[in-house]
């Protein structure tokens, strides 16, 4: 589900359901850097990092209704930030905590065939915070655990919008291994509150593989698939994505680029469709007790990729 569909989704839900880079040089812990997965030392310091970014994204959609067909594309910019921090109380046993908030606003252009070819638009927004806790069991090279999520979703068109509270339950699975890492994800998003569908929410599944040419340089590609169910609503589809991060040498923080696109068809009670979304970020990650990028990424490797509330670009 894209970013202005999603805004669309969450005005449906909520009726139905009623800074500057660090210039110390690195000195590495006397520790070895424990996994997120399985920390290799008890009691060792808590790790962490946080990031900001800024981009934009457009995304165009065809379909039909009642009285004939359209076409519909869109534009806008983005911005948003989060914060992660990773401790190992027990030799086998790891928490990392999460909090995240991001905005998105841009303009729609909707033509109607077959009616005239009458042309509308309007201005539209999308504003979240999201909080999360991943527990996992296992040791260095690979741990399996739980993920449990709270969320808002702010959604506005032309001014005129609602708020929706969602929570998120999952499982995932982790790898570290000498070059490369893996991230499996899978869950289910609903809505607080009663509902008058009792299938309602949204089940998904995400692959994020992470490999490390350098200790201070990461590529990262991601996919997933998610399927909606509401009432009177539905809609599938797929995503993918990709980062490339850098942490200059002698530097606590990097520079990250990266690119998500989905793919989705939906359909309603008045309308069906199908449509495709790109979004490109420039970011910022601030680091925090480990030396390079691929031992930070090993302590806190994990994200909530949740499509409603959670992160859309690979980490």
Known sequence: ???????????????????????????????????????????????????????????????????????????????????????????????QLDTWAYHWSGHTDFVYHDVGDSFDDWNFSRNVVGAGSHLMLGGPAGGLGALVSLGSVWSAVDGSGSRANFYNLGIEAAINAERWRMHAQGGLTRPFGPVLFPESGTRYAQLVVAVYPRPNLALSL????????????????????????????????????????????????????????????????LLGGAPTLQALDEAVGLADYNPIFGVHFPH
């Open 1 to 95: 589900m894209t970013i202005r569909a999603l805004a669309a989704s969450a005005v449906s839900v909520a009726m139905v359901s009623t800074a500057a880079l660090a210039t110390a040089p690195i000195v590495a812990p006397a520790a070895i850097v424990p996994s997120v997965i399985g920390p290799t030392e008890v009691n060792a310091p808590p790790f962490g990092y946080i990031e900001l970014f800024g981009g934009g994204f457009l995304g165009s959609e065809s379909g039909s209704f009642f009285v004939g067909t359209y076409d519909e594309n869109w534009k806008g910019l983005l911005f948003g930030g989060a914060g992660r921090v990773a401790l190992q109380p027990s030799m086998n046993f790891a928490m």
């Open 222 to 285: 991601t996919v997933g698939v998610e399927r909606t169910l509401q009432f009177l609503f539905a809609s599938q589809g797929s995503n993918w994505g990709a980062r490339i991060e850098l942490q200059p040498e002698g530097r606590r923080a990097a520079v990250f680029v990266a690119y998500q696109g989905w793919a989705y068809e939906s359909a309603s009670i008045s309308r069906s469709g199908a449509g495709t979304e790109h979004a490109v970020i420039v970011g910022l990650r």
